[in-house]
């Protein structure tokens, strides 16, 4: 089929704009009207050492969580809000207690982030017992949303699939041919590093605008809503980017994407 319907191309649309939502980064800043560097100085010592590890343990728990427990394809209905409450509320225990609390709240935050993009996956038609549709649903953490650098496709969405794509595919060969799975395992391990570090960096962002002393514990749960809101926009983009992919074929999907985004390969970068 050389031509999108008039429904999916609006459908397109919608997934172009959640994926180009601004950045958590610039949502943080608009929200307490400071720049988000303001909470630079504010992290301890070692501290992006630390938020570095405590993301690549979060999201091996969420590995996990998606290997054990996310192939349950019942057709339920989506629940966001059930997810942004325990968000939230994990966020009021890092606010609280700040930079300490990170190892214990952002495993859980992630955990139920992964449930929700499991929701919005399953409700694009994805089959979550598929292990490559699971691993699809990790692959929204490493989905940031639009920087002042990103100015086209090409530096953003498209980009951040490209850059996972090996390691997906080992990954998805790996499930496959295992029927016992450890997340331990390196070649999950290397799937999970290079989301963390893409993952890690909106991590940074949450901490350094939770460092802020005036938010506090409500500060934290607000923040945490927004991070959690944040990536359900780029599940529900990427999903329906996906939906259509397996409608269209990736080729034509990517074509309209990019159209979309006023960028237009020359000769020599559709080689």
Known sequence: ???????????????????????????????????????????????????????????????????STLGDNTKQK?????????????????????????????????????????????????????????????????????????????????????GLARAMAEAVEHLARNAVVDAGSPILIRFITQIAERFSIQVSEKVMVQAIPILGAIGGATINTLFIDHFQNMARGHFIVRRLERQYGAELVQKEFNRLSGFTPT???SA
């Not at 997934?15 to 980064?25: D, K, M, N, R």
């Not at 050492?49 to 996990?64: F, G, H």
Request: aromatic letters at 4%; one cysteine or more.
């Open 1 to 67: 089929m050389s031509t999108m319907k008039t429904t999916d191309l609006a459908a397109l649309k919608q997934a172009h704009g959640l994926l180009h939502t601004p950045s958590l980064a610039i949502q943080a800043a608009n929200l307490i009207g400071k720049p988000i560097e303001i909470g630079l100085e504010m992290l301890p010592e070692g501290g992006r050492d630390m938020i570095m590890k405590a993301t690549r343990v979060s999201l091996k728990k969420a590995t996990d969580v998606a290997i």
């Open 267 to 269: 000769d020599d970068t």
């Open 78 to 162: 989506a629940s966001p809000w059930w997810h942004k409450a325990g968000v939230a509320a994990s966020g009021a225990v890092g606010g609280a207690f700040g930079m300490g609390a990170l190892a214990v709240e952002l495993p859980i935050s992630t955990v139920l982030m992964l449930r929700s993009i499991g929701d919005i996956a399953r409700a694009e038609g994805e089959d979550i017992t598929n292990p490559q549709a699971q691993l699809e649903c990790l692959t929204v953490f490493a989905l940031g949303g639009e920087t002042e650098g990103d100015d086209n496709a090409e530096t953003g969405y498209y980009a951040a699939r490209y």
